[in-house]
């Protein structure tokens, strides 16, 4: 998000890290009895979790980035807006830029666009599914919460639900699998978990020290922060719909680049995408409703 993808893409770790800007409103916990067992709800929720992974693969769906590039004492100095259509082969996350600024994309723009899907495609297709595509860092809430350690559960209302929370903080020990898990690994935060769903209701995450990488080349700063938001769409399956980024990012011999990023992801349809391998080409075919 430099930008999750374009700023974000050019510190494409930094979707682990989205502003807490906001905290859950305080509520009176609701009446029960004990908190269930913490160790079967992290198994449940992280099944569900994964479950949820694959379901969204049958989905497209339009998100919307604005971000807003910050000097160094926190004053806007541009912004971005952009939209994209979303959608998954084999796994893997596939984005096509349909607009910028609040205008549509020229037809060189779009003939440059096709040209970055059709690639896109075909890097998936090449990829095993939980792998990442060259280039790319897979972020999931799943995990996250498999190079985590949890406290002080808690049960609360939110948005008229039960919900229990929970804090987090990385294990050092955990094994992680690509450098998202390894930023994780850093991080502490915060998990919203509906009780009557087990789904992740809301994640806060906020990098503890400095993560380096590319030999040191690149680092995301102390106090990189995300909020990511999911909810029960259609009455029918729990999918992300919001998220706020705030990053600070250094590169070797620059200064350095700080950026605010809302997300919002909407119009989720039943999709499903056909690559075909034809004259060299991969090409797309779909069918949403």
Known sequence: MLP????RRSVALAL?????????????????????????????VRAHQRQLDAIQENYTYRETDQTQILSKKGKVEKTISQEYQVFYVNSH?????????????SAGQRRKQQKAVLKAVRDAQKTPP??????????????????????????????????????????PHAKAHGTAEKVARKASGTVWIDEKKLEVR?????????????????????????????????????????????????????IGAHARVHVTDSDYKRFQAKAVQQAGASLVTSNAH
């Not at 999750?4 to 700023?7: D, G, M, P, Q, S």
């Open 93 to 105: 996350e596939v984005r096509r830029l349909i607009a910028k600024n609040g205008h549509p994309l």
């Open 130 to 171: 939980g792998q990442a595509p060259p280039g790319e860092t897979v972020v999931s809430v799943s995990g996250i919460l498999a190079v985590t350690r949890f406290s002080k559960p808690r049960r609360i209302l939110l948005d008229g639900r039960p919900t229990i929370v929970f804090d987090f903080s990385g294990d």
């Open 202 to 254: 809301r994640m806060s995450v906020q990098l503890d020290s400095t993560y380096r990488a590319g030999f040191g080349l690149v680092s995301l700063g102390k106090g990189s922060n995300l909020v990511f938001n999911q909810k029960l769409v259609n009455h029918q399956l729990w999918l992300p719909t919001s998220a706020d980024v705030f990053i600070s990012a250094h590169a070797f011999g620059f």
């Open 4 to 7: 999750r993808r374009n700023l």
């Open 16 to 44: 682990v890290f989205w502003p807490t800007l906001f905290a859950c409103a305080a509520q009176t916990p609701p009446p029960g009895g004990p908190l269930p067992s913490v160790p079967a709800i992290l198994a449940e």
